[in-house]
């Protein structure tokens, strides 16, 4: 039987239908960082019962799984066949509170968890600074004597290659540069710096693994001001989509052709 585990972001988990398509089925780990999820966790955190303020279900556990670092515990308890890694969720700066690293994400942001007291005294460690790197470039390292000592050595690994757009097509199929790009609300950043940053990971990624499989499809990488989660240099036009899901199908991954739809509550 096949399963199917990714390490990413919504790129790759759009490739699912949300119900009843799959998705129930994916072991789903986003919205975190290798430093921060080979890390301690953030000690005295207090996740609350019900996601707070705006947050949707599944980004509130994401965002309790990358505090508590309970992801690659799942991870492996899944014995998935395939892990699909991407990097576009590395991103977002990182947060040191004493031993523990976590990913300063929107949704961390937006959670109102930084008002509690292991976040009072946290250092910011900016996402393209040589820290930052350093970090990222040890705990790949871990990572790959993890995978090569645990039940994840027999997956077949799979690396879905991506970039942030830096164009978008209309309606009438003509390009526009995408332009006030964001990070999180009221930050802007320039693409080009976190492209390169997405470079240097997946060569240094692919280094230290064991052999991996890679998916791509650099032709395609334009924004689609349509899609379902609004407009954005990782939110792609279809014919990206269905790419990906073809190159998968002929590595034993099957990924039901569908359009990104509303998230499950």
């Known amino acids: 039987m096949t399963r199917i585990a990714i390490v990413g972001s919504c790129i790759t988990r759009d490739l ?3 119900r009843g398509g799959g998705a129930e089925h994916l072991t789903y780990i986003s919205r975190t960082s290798l430093p921060s999820l080979l890390a301690e966790p953030a000690a005295g955190f207090r996740p ?5 303020a705006d947050m949707r279900k599944h980004e509130h556990n994401a965002l309790v799984a990358d505090l508590r670092k309970t992801a690659l515990t799942r991870l492996i308890a899944a014995r998935p066949t395939h892990i699909i890694f991407d990097f576009i969720d590395e991103r977002f700066d990182l947060l ?4 523990a690293v976590s990913t300063h994400s929107a949704e961390l942001i937006r959670s109102g968890y930084l008002a ?3 976040f009072k005294h946290a250092r910011p460690i900016p996402r393209l600074s040589a820290a930052a790197e350093r970090l990222w470039l ?3 390292e871990e990572f790959a004597a993890l995978v090569r000592a645990t039940p994840l050595a027999g997956a077949k690994l799979i690396l879905h290659s991506a970039r942030w757009a830096t164009e978008q097509r209309m309606a009438d199929g003509t390009t526009r540069p995408i332009r006030n790009v964001e990070l999180t ?6 693409i080009g710096p976190y492209n390169e940053l997405l470079a240097r990971q997946e060569a240094a990624f692919e280094a230290l693994m064991p052999p991996m499989a890679r998916v791509e499809a650099a032709g395609l ?3 689609d001001p349509g899609h379902a989660w609004g407009l954005s240099p990782f939110h792609y036009i279809s014919e990206y989509y269905n790419e990906i899901r073809d190159q998968l199908a002929e590595l034993g991954v ?3 052709a569908s359009a990104p739809s509303v998230p499950a509550a």
């Open 16 to 18: 699912w239908p949300i």
């Open 48 to 52: 609350a019962r019900q996601p707070p």
């Open 96 to 99: 040191a509170t004493g031993d």
């Open 116 to 118: 509690q007291a292991p």
């Open 138 to 140: 040890e705990a790949a």
């Open 185 to 190: 609300a009221g930050r802007p950043v320039e």
């Open 221 to 223: 990488r334009l924004a």
């Open 254 to 256: 099957s990924a039901p």
